[in-house]
């Protein structure tokens, strides 16, 4: 370290004051302000700055809010002004600004010196840390949400298939052996009714459990899950899906594969209402260190942030949300005429060490 003269020091010390985004105020023991530096004129109103100037006694007091206390979020009971003696090296204060209504503050106040009862009163704006604690808990909430909603989903896929379906399966194997028994036309024709609906309701209740939460993106991964979709969407819809996989590892974490089954599964979805197509490319790779999903068709397409756009917006809203998630990065791109194309890419490498500092 450098030693710094006096004189240093002291040039040091003025620049400190004069440039510090911190609120500096000086105070003398009645509570007058006997200077401030210029982040503090800048927050204040100019009827509070006139009547410090007249070293008005507890002037600052014309701004404050009150400070938390342990009792409560905004108390003025044992204020930091009327009791110096308490420890008051750190807390959070309230202050009337000029043109931000009232802002949150880190706040420290202190004897500089004792034999004049000097203090200094120092602040810090903490809306952007509140900022960044809120969006923190929004997506730390959005997180469990929808995990909890996707434990639920397996649950009830599960029970479904595991119980529905096969009471179900097991009704369907009686009334066939039930045909082949000695019965009327009559009889016969009504078992090959009701055989024919328990048919289609086991199809649709084993539509609804995939669609709940396919068991296969759980026991083998996106690969796989995404062939099954895609095989049922050839099926039922008439709709190609080119699909093509290139990936250097097996399984993500879950939170990734979620997000990146659910997207597809939307953008496809969106795909079979909106392109007008017969067909939808997907890939899916690993590039660069990032998971990347690309759902395209050559369909109608429309005019991004349009309007007219057909539809709620929910499920691209939805799309984002989940992207966002797991630090990705959701691009929407689409030419009337010539298609849309959408792209996830999702960091594995920050993902990653996430995972390992968990």
Same mark, same amino acid.
């Given at each position: 370290?450098?030693?710094?003269?006096?004189?240093?020091?002291?040039?040091?010390?003025? /620049?400190?004051?004069?440039?510090?985004?911190?609120? $500096?105020?000086?105070?003398?023991?009645?509570?007058?302000?006997?200077?401030?530096?210029?982040?503090?004129? /800048?927050?204040?109103?100019?009827?509070?700055?006139?009547?410090?100037?007249?070293?008005?006694?507890?002037?600052?007091?014309? !701004?404050?809010?009150?400070?938390?206390?342990?009792?409560?979020?905004?108390?003025?009971?044992?204020?930091?002004?009327? !009791?110096?003696?308490?420890?008051?090296?750190?807390?959070?204060?309230?202050?009337?600004?000029?043109?931000?209504?009232?802002?949150?503050? %880190?706040?420290?106040?202190?004897?500089?010196?004792? @034999? +004049?009862?000097?203090?200094?009163?120092?602040?810090? /704006?903490?809306?952007?840390?509140?900022?960044?604690?809120?969006?923190?808990?929004?997506?730390?909430?959005?997180?469990?949400?929808?995990?909890?909603?996707?434990? #639920?989903?397996?649950?009830?896929?599960?029970?479904?298939?595991?119980?529905? %379906?096969? #009471?179900?399966?097991?009704?369907?194997?009686?009334?066939?052996?039930?045909?082949?028994?000695?019965? /009327? @036309?009559?009889?016969?024709?009504?078992?090959?009714?009701?055989?024919? +609906?328990?048919?289609?309701?086991?199809?649709?209740?084993?539509?609804? +459990?995939?669609?709940?939460?396919?068991? !296969?993106?759980?026991?083998?991964?996106?690969? %796989?899950?995404?062939?099954?979709?895609?095989?049922? $969407?050839?099926?039922? =819809?008439?709709?190609?899906?080119?699909?093509?996989?290139?990936?250097?590892? %097996?399984?993500?974490?879950?939170?990734?594969?979620?997000?990146?089954?659910?997207?597809?599964?939307?953008?496809?979805?969106?795909?079979?209402?909106?392109?007008?197509?017969?067909?939808?490319?997907?890939?899916?790779?690993?590039?660069?260190?990032?998971?990347?999903?690309?759902?395209?068709?050559? *369909?109608? *397409?429309? $005019?991004?942030? !349009?309007?007219?756009?057909?539809?709620?917006?929910?499920?691209? =809203?939805?799309?984002?949300?989940? +992207?966002?998630?797991?630090? *990705?990065?959701?691009?929407?791109?689409?030419?009337?005429?010539?298609?849309?194309?959408?792209?996830?890419? $999702?960091?594995?490498?920050?993902?990653?060490?996430? @995972?390992?500092?968990?």
């Amino acid at each position: 370290m450098i030693p710094i003269t006096d004189d240093g020091m002291t040039g040091l010390l003025r /620049n400190m004051y004069q440039n510090s985004i911190e609120a $500096i105020f000086f105070m003398d023991k009645d509570g007058k302000v006997l200077a401030m530096n210029p982040a503090a004129e /800048n927050i204040l109103d100019i009827e509070v700055i006139e009547k410090m100037n007249r070293n008005e006694e507890n002037s600052i007091c014309q !701004s404050c809010e009150g400070y938390t206390s342990e009792q409560e979020a905004i108390s003025c009971c044992n204020c930091y002004l009327a !009791s110096p003696k308490e420890d008051f090296s750190s807390f959070q204060v309230y202050l009337k600004t000029r043109g931000q209504g009232i802002v949150p503050y %880190a706040a420290s106040y202190h004897i500089i010196d004792e @034999e +004049s009862g000097t203090r200094v009163f120092m602040l810090l /704006n903490l809306t952007k840390q509140f900022q960044t604690q809120e969006k923190l808990y929004q997506t730390k909430m959005l997180k469990y949400i929808i995990k909890a909603q996707e434990d #639920e989903r397996k649950r009830i896929s599960r029970e479904l298939h595991d119980s529905v %379906a096969q #009471e179900l399966l097991s009704s369907l194997v009686d009334l066939r052996v039930i045909k082949y028994m000695n019965v /009327n @036309e009559d009889v016969l024709r009504k078992l090959q009714h009701t055989e024919i +609906s328990i048919t289609r309701l086991l199809d649709d209740i084993r539509h609804l +459990s995939v669609e709940l939460r396919p068991a !296969s993106l759980d026991d083998l991964g996106l690969e %796989a899950a995404f062939r099954s979709h895609f095989k049922w $969407i050839e099926k039922n =819809y008439g709709v190609l899906v080119d699909f093509s996989a290139k990936l250097s590892a %097996a399984r993500y974490s879950s939170e990734i594969e979620t997000v990146v089954y659910r997207v597809c599964q939307e953008a496809v979805l969106n795909a079979l209402k909106y392109a007008d197509t017969d067909q939808v490319f997907v890939k899916l790779f690993e590039l660069g260190g990032y998971l990347q999903l690309i759902v395209q068709d050559h *369909g109608i *397409g429309f $005019i991004v942030n !349009s309007s007219e756009v057909k539809g709620t917006g929910l499920g691209l =809203y939805g799309m984002r949300e989940r +992207s966002e998630l797991v630090n *990705g990065q959701l691009i929407l791109n689409s030419d009337i005429g010539k298609g849309t194309t959408i792209q996830l890419y $999702i960091p594995l490498a920050q993902v990653r060490i996430e @995972e390992e500092a968990l």
